[in-house]
């Protein structure tokens, strides 16, 4: 579980230092953010939590408004893993 702590803080940092992104909760286990697209000015929600007794960061980013997204959350995830890898790594 320490192994989660620290890429739980890592990810953190990651997410704070993004452009258009404000954390609105955080927690040791837990921390929500919202990034605001680029263009129309959506809000979208990132969350990303410890699960219990594991040392799996689960992570999820979810548009508000609308059907699709155009891959947009999908390539937050994969981009946000990317740079937890490059900085653990």
Do not use: C, P, W
């Amino acid at each position: 579980v320490e192994e989660s702590n620290e890429s739980f803080q890592e990810v953190v940092e990651i997410v704070a230092s993004t452009k258009r992104t404000k954390i609105v909760e955080k927690n040791d286990r837990y921390m929500h953010a919202e990034v605001t697209s680029r263009l129309m000015h959506y809000v979208d929600d990132l969350e990303i939590m410890i699960l219990a007794d594991s040392s799996t960061l689960q992570i999820r980013s979810a548009s508000r408004v609308g059907i699709g997204d155009l891959g947009v959350n999908r390539k937050r995830v994969v981009n946000l893993l990317n740079l937890l890898q490059a900085a653990s790594g």
